[in-house]
């Protein structure tokens, strides 16, 4: 038995209700889908809403980090001074690297929704193949790849609307500490 079918199991009447919208299979499977996508995706926002809310203070301790080292280096090599250049470009760097993967963690929990999507709808549509006219190949398809390109097609749409809503909107600029911002 698959490990994840007990939390999915429970959330199967919801995920497929938007399914049988239509009396037409073909149309409900890919409304359906792209409710799906809807959903994995704006549960990722809201998760990287939350966790960037719960770190903001470390990640603007580490932005402030970056940004000290950058300055200092570059103070440095405005002064002539190579050697301390390098020194304090070195623990830039370091701190340019932790920065950057704190950033990409933190946006990876965007993604998390897709999984369970993609193992939901293994479990209900797993023995279902799509197939693509002879125009585009007549190329057999599992229902990953529709899903994959729906759930594309939402985030990119989504990126665009996001910034007018309020808890999804992006800030700015990474906050300092200190500085009295809040994002």
């Known amino acids: 038995m698959d490990p994840i079918a007990p939390l999915l199991q429970p959330l199967d009447p919801f995920l497929i209700a938007p399914f049988r919208f239509f009396d037409d299979p073909i149309l409900g499977w890919w409304v359906g889908t792209l409710?799906?996508?809807?959903?994995?995706?704006?549960?990722?926002?809201?998760?990287?809403?939350?966790?960037?809310?719960?770190?903001?203070?470390?990640?603007?301790?580490?932005?402030?980090?970056?940004?000290?080292?950058?300055?200092?280096?570059?103070?440095?090599?405005?002064?002539?001074?190579?050697?301390?250049?390098?020194?304090?470009?070195?623990?830039?760097?370091?701190?340019?690297?932790?920065?950057?993967?704190?950033?990409?963690?933190?946006?990876?929990?965007?993604?998390?929704?897709?999984?369970?999507a993609a193992a939901w709808l293994n479990m209900r549509f797993g023995e279902i193949a799509i197939f693509l006219p002879k125009w585009l190949g007549g190329v057999e398809l599992s229902f990953l790849a529709p899903f994959v390109l729906l759930y594309l097609a939402v985030r990119i749409v989504f990126s665009r609307v996001k910034r007018f809503i309020p808890f999804l909107k992006p800030p700015a600029a990474a906050p300092l500490a200190g500085s009295g911002e809040n994002p």
């Open 35 to 116: 409710v799906l996508a809807f959903w994995a995706v704006l549960i990722g926002e809201l998760t990287v809403a939350l966790v960037f809310r719960i770190n903001r203070t470390p990640v603007a301790k580490q932005w402030e980090e970056t940004s000290y080292y950058h300055e200092q280096s570059l103070k440095a090599k405005q002064a002539g001074d190579e050697a301390a250049y390098k020194k304090i470009n070195k623990l830039a760097n370091e701190a340019y690297g932790k920065s950057f993967f704190l950033f990409i963690a933190m946006g990876m929990a965007s993604l998390w929704p897709a999984f369970f």
